[in-house]
């Protein structure tokens, strides 16, 4: 009986090392197969982290014989390779039944952000992202490590939505210098800042650029800066040039002004000229002054005074000199027939005339009968003598004589001829032209 007995316990131990013992399979399997070798059962099993429920082929009380299965199961955040295990006749269980944390794959770094978790990547941690200064946060703050391996969302994203800042300069107004109308203005270009990456691709004025000549007035500047992420900011500022002025000056009457620059600016001057048969009275010619005042005394045309007491027929056309035309009618009576048309020819044209610079100067009768006339004025007998004598008019016949500005005899007539065929004459006139041009520009013209 006994030889019996110790034959089968060593076929049992013969046994129990077949298959592969080197792995384990649970907490205490180990220290169980060293102190029982010849026992043919597993180690027990102990789960941490979960529980273990086991059947038994025969319903043996040890829950560690061979054949006996056990299930698995494991706390919340805990995961086992195989939910049943089996005793095999090598004395090791089927399979590992050891509870491992649950852990979830490792988050990636969102670019230009971080993330801080509370326990790495283990089950029911929780993960808050962040992003970098100048950046912000797409998608969701916290992701969380779920049972199923996963995190409960996805990696979110930094985005640059800051628009970048940049300051513009504060100019104070600028005075336009004399004799000028505009002030040149300089500065420095500002530098914008990027709250994100640093990195500005484009600096944008609107208005014209720095060192440039300004115009009086306000100018509305801008400066608009670009970041690589399409964001753009933008301030303003403002140059405003100013002009130093006297008061306006206006032309005399009877007379022009000519002004350079804008005409009332600091530095500019204003000449002046009286129309012919007016003498110019105080200032030819003024200047804005610093002060803001006009130099010289104020300018005023007067008219002509024709001295008619003058000793010689010289002397009484120089008095026209560079002033007037002169008209010399001479008609041997009064009641020449050509003298008494040819004047009332030229009464009903006396705008004319006067527009054009003409004095009439009469001469009718002979020697020693003759009266010599301008307008109401009434010459000496031998002065009017004198004229025909020096400028070869005969006395006993009409003639009208047309003499310029330089006291030259441009043309003759020996017979009547109507105010327009005159005015034609003296329009073409070099000096004429130049008096057309700065009556058009004074608006004096003659309605009939």
């Keep these: 009986m006994w030889p019996l007995l110790l034959l089968l316990l060593h076929l049992c131990w013969c046994s129990g090392y077949e298959g592969s013992g080197q792995q384990t399979y649970g907490d205490d399997e180990d220290w169980y197969s060293r102190t029982y070798k010849a026992t043919p059962w597993c180690a027990p099993i102990k789960v941490k982290h979960g529980d273990v429920s086991c059947r038994t082929p025969r319903g043996e009380h040890y829950r560690n014989v061979m054949g006996t299965r056990c299930k698995i199961r494991c706390k919340q955040g805990y995961e086992v390779q195989s939910s049943e295990v089996v005793c095999m006749a090598s004395r090791h269980w089927s399979s590992n039944y050891a509870c491992r944390e649950i852990r979830c794959p490792k988050l990636d770094m969102p670019v230009n952000g971080g993330y801080k978790c509370s326990d790495g990547s283990y089950f029911n941690s929780r993960c808050e992202f962040f992003c970098s200064p100048g950046f912000t946060l797409k998608g969701q703050k916290t992701a969380t490590c779920q049972h199923n391996k996963g995190w409960s969302a996805g990696v979110p994203t930094c985005i640059d939505i800051d628009s970048p800042k940049i300051k513009c300069p504060n100019i104070k107004d600028k005075w336009a210098g004399p004799g000028k109308l505009t002030a040149r203005v300089a500065w420095d270009t500002p530098e914008g800042v990027d709250t994100a990456d640093g ?46 002025r006297c008061g306006q ?42 002060g803001l005042t006009w130099s010289g005394a104020e300018t ?118 109507t105010a327009a065929e005159l005015f034609t004459t003296i329009d073409t006139l070099p000096l004429r032209k130049e008096e057309m041009e700065l009556q058009q520009q004074a608006g004096q013209t003659c309605q009939s």
């Design 199 to 244: 990195i500005l691709t484009d600096v944008e004025l609107k208005g014209k650029p720095p060192k440039s000549d300004f115009a009086e007035g306000l100018h509305k500047m801008s400066y608009t800066v670009f970041d690589r992420a399409g964001n753009k900011g933008s301030c303003r500022f403002s140059v405003r040039v100013r002009v130093r």
């Design 300 to 417: 005023t045309c007067a008219p002509m005074n024709i001295n008619v007491g003058v000793r010689t027929a010289a002397a009484l056309l120089d008095q026209f000199y560079e002033k007037r035309r002169i008209l010399i009618i001479s008609a041997p009576t009064a009641a020449n027939h050509n003298y008494r048309f040819q004047m009332t020819n030229l009464q009903h044209a006396q705008c004319g005339l006067d527009l054009r610079h003409v004095t009439v100067i009469e001469l009718v009768g002979t020697y020693p009968a003759q009266v010599g006339r301008i307008r109401h004025r009434l010459l000496p007998p031998a002065l009017s003598l004198q004229l025909r004598l020096l400028l070869q008019i005969p006395q006993r016949s009409f003639q009208m004589l047309l003499v310029d500005k330089q006291g030259i005899d441009k043309q003759r007539y020996p017979f009547p001829i």
């Design 249 to 290: 000056l206006f032309p005399p009457d009877n007379g022009y002004m000519n002004c350079d620059s804008d005409g009332d600016n600091y530095g500019a001057t204003c000449n002046f000229i009286c129309t012919g048969g007016y003498e110019l009275q105080g200032s030819a010619a003024r200047v804005c002054q610093s």
